[in-house]
């Protein structure tokens, strides 16, 4: 058998939102066998936007105290997408209120399931956006055309795609 590192072995990456799995091939040009070897390369980022109401808790607070635990979520849409988080998630940050723009970036660094109905994802704050994200803009891409940021206005954890992501923070 050929060994996982040779670099002639053909290989193909299997991307899903949690890893990313390396199928090694023998065989050359034949199509694949079934002899495959998987090798799993985890913290493949997912992305969130977390909303909150700047009166109640705002960006600028998690800034100054630079990481605290997202919780007291209700929804059960919400939760799941909470339960969903893994350590290394980016999230954006939306202030609803009269602000209603994505302010800045965070990340999960440690998610506590201890009580399954009320998860605890500790998060921890990245840096503001170099300029706010209206929602009113955020409307206009046909990228937010089937996300529930746009759909279900009142949900607070919204996943994400990497492309919605990359567009609001423009990078």
Same mark, same amino acid.
Request: glycine share 6%; charged share 25%; hydrophobic share 35%.
């Given at each position: 058998?050929?060994?996982?590192?040779?670099?002639?072995?053909? @290989?193909?990456?299997?991307?899903?939102?949690?890893?990313?799995?390396?199928?090694?091939?023998?065989?050359?040009?034949? #199509?694949?066998?079934?002899?495959?070897?998987?090798?799993?390369?985890?913290?493949? #980022? #997912?992305?969130? *936007?977390?909303?909150?109401?700047?009166?109640?808790?705002?960006?600028?607070?998690?800034?100054?105290?630079?990481?605290?635990?997202?919780?007291?979520?209700?929804?059960?849409?919400?939760?799941?997408?909470?339960?969903?988080?893994?350590?290394?998630?980016? *999230?954006?940050?939306?202030?609803?209120?009269?602000?209603?723009?994505? /302010?800045?970036? #965070?990340?999960?660094?440690?998610?506590?399931?201890?009580?399954?109905?009320?998860?605890?994802? @500790?998060?921890? +704050?990245?840096?503001? *956006? +170099?300029?706010?994200?209206?929602?009113?803009?955020?409307?206009?891409?046909?990228?937010?055309?089937?996300?529930?940021? /746009?759909?279900?206005?009142?949900?607070?954890?919204?996943?994400?795609?990497?492309?919605?992501?990359?567009?609001?923070?423009?990078?």
């Amino acid at each position: 058998m050929e060994s996982l590192n040779d670099p002639l072995m053909p @290989k193909i990456h299997i991307a899903s939102s949690r890893c990313i799995m390396t199928a090694y091939f023998s065989g050359g040009t034949h #199509a694949p066998q079934t002899d495959a070897w998987f090798q799993e390369t985890p913290n493949v #980022a #997912a992305y969130y *936007l977390l909303k909150t109401e700047p009166s109640e808790y705002s960006f600028a607070d998690l800034s100054r105290e630079g990481e605290t635990v997202w919780d007291g979520v209700s929804n059960p849409v919400a939760l799941r997408n909470l339960r969903s988080m893994h350590r290394g998630d980016k *999230l954006l940050i939306y202030e609803t209120g009269n602000v209603k723009s994505v /302010v800045g970036a #965070a990340s999960v660094i440690s998610v506590r399931e201890s009580d399954p109905k009320e998860p605890k994802v @500790k998060i921890k +704050a990245a840096r503001p *956006l +170099a300029k706010a994200v209206p929602l009113s803009e955020i409307k206009t891409s046909e990228l937010f055309a089937d996300s529930p940021l /746009v759909r279900q206005g009142r949900l607070s954890v919204v996943p994400l795609s990497e492309g919605q992501y990359r567009y609001i923070t423009g990078k």
